[in-house]
Nanobody, 124 residues
Framework: VQLQASGGGAVQTGESLRLSCTAS????????MAWFRQAPGKEREFVAA????????YYDDSVKGRFTIFRDRARKSVYLQLNSLKPEDTAEYYC??????????????????WGQGTQVTVSS
């Protein structure tokens, strides 16, 4: 599976962005998809994940209520809608895919495939 992320940009506090991640390969539908982010000098951190069925989602507390993850199986894509953006959301955002159990969703080493990052910059 190859992942291609896009949609980042520079916005003001309170504005929105939608990140997209499109997969190639025939097994996209089998994987849990997730978004992580990494700010300069910090470790990569979990943002959100969605199960293969699309019926179960998970969010870090820092983004709950502001970000929404969803997937389109027909387009082999997963999206992250970012609303009410804050300066602390500034980071490189990465999409990833893997077969991951719930207890390890936040561990980036448990994912099998990664896309290139897309930069989100939020200014105050």
């Amino acid at each position: 599976v190859q992942l291609q992320a896009s949609g980042g940009g520079a916005v003001q506090t309170g504005e929105s962005l939608r990140l997209s991640c499109t997969a190639s390969g025939h097994t996209f539908g089998q994987y849990t998809m997730a978004w992580f982010r990494q700010a300069p000098g910090k470790e990569r951190e979990f943002v959100a994940a969605i199960r293969a069925s699309g019926g179960t989602t998970y969010y870090d507390d820092s983004v709950k209520g502001r970000f929404t993850i969803f997937r389109d199986r027909a387009r082999k894509s997963v999206y992250l809608q970012l609303n009410s953006l804050k300066p602390e959301d500034t980071a490189e955002y990465y999409c990833t895919a893997g077969t991951v159990i719930t207890s390890t969703l936040r561990d980036p080493t448990k994912y099998n495939y990664w896309g290139q990052g897309t930069q989100v910059t939020v200014s105050s």
